[in-house]
């Protein structure tokens, strides 16, 4: 089956550690996609990818890094300058622009 | 795992009609619901949320959504929709921190 596949479900890291988060999608998707939730807020765009090798910063690309060089993966890094790194992350993918929009289960990154 | 289920994968609707869409949560723990909402060429944006008290909930561009809690169910309804809706609509449940989408519902506003 198709899908998006993020891993892992959970993630624990130490303050100061960069940290990646993997993305892997099979349904040949050109877009891919980085949001991350807040408690009380909704979702907020990190970075989008429209096409291997190009992305563009979202709402909330600082302290964050991503990589886009084969068309399945799209990483996101969470460095150590992100200010508030423990939050949901959740990776979506879609074919082109009027396409249905796909998204991963999510990682929660908890940082102490 | 909580799983979210929206009925309705395909809507088409002319202008001034009601609008209801449906969506169902599988978990009856605490909960927070959200709408989201992805126009054509456009990222998602936040239509509404509930997080506790009046269970109805009113969004941006005169959309409301009610939380049933006994039916599991929050439904997004507007009572006239506009050409302008057209758009793919997402269900969210957020429950102990980890966000699960419903499989969207696409809505065409015919003017």
């Known amino acids: 089956d198709g899908g998006i596949t993020q891993s892992p479900k959970y993630l624990f890291r130490k303050e100061g550690q960069n940290v990646t988060l993997s993305c892997e999608q099979n349904?040949?998707?050109?877009?891919m996609y980085w949001y991350r939730q807040d408690p009380g807020q909704g979702l907020r765009l990190i970075y989008y990818?429209?096409?291997?090798?190009?992305?563009q910063k979202g709402d909330i690309a600082e302290g964050y890094s991503v990589s886009r060089e084969k068309k399945e993966s799209f990483p996101l890094t969470v460095t150590s300058a992100q200010k508030n790194p423990t939050a949901f992350y959740l990776c979506a993918s879609k074919r082109q622009a009027n396409s249905p929009l796909h998204f991963g289960n999510g990682t929660r990154l908890t940082v102490t | 795992a909580q799983s979210v289920s929206q009925h309705n994968h395909h809507v088409i609707l002319s202008e001034a009609a009601s609008l209801e869409l449906g969506c169902n949560y599988s978990y009856g723990g605490t909960v927070n619901l959200f709408w989201y909402v992805q126009y054509p060429g456009q990222h998602l944006q936040l239509l509404l949320k509930y997080f506790s008290g009046d269970p109805l909930v009113k969004g941006i561009k005169g959309f409301e959504a009610e939380f049933i809690k006994s039916k599991f169910s929050f439904n997004l309804r507007k009572p006239s929709v506009q050409w302008s809706d057209t758009a793919e609509y997402f269900c969210a449940v957020n429950e102990a921190n980890m966000l699960t989408f419903g499989g969207g519902t696409r809505l065409m506003v015919k003017p």
């Open positions: 990818s429209q096409i291997v090798n190009d992305f």
């Open positions: 349904l040949n998707h050109d877009a």
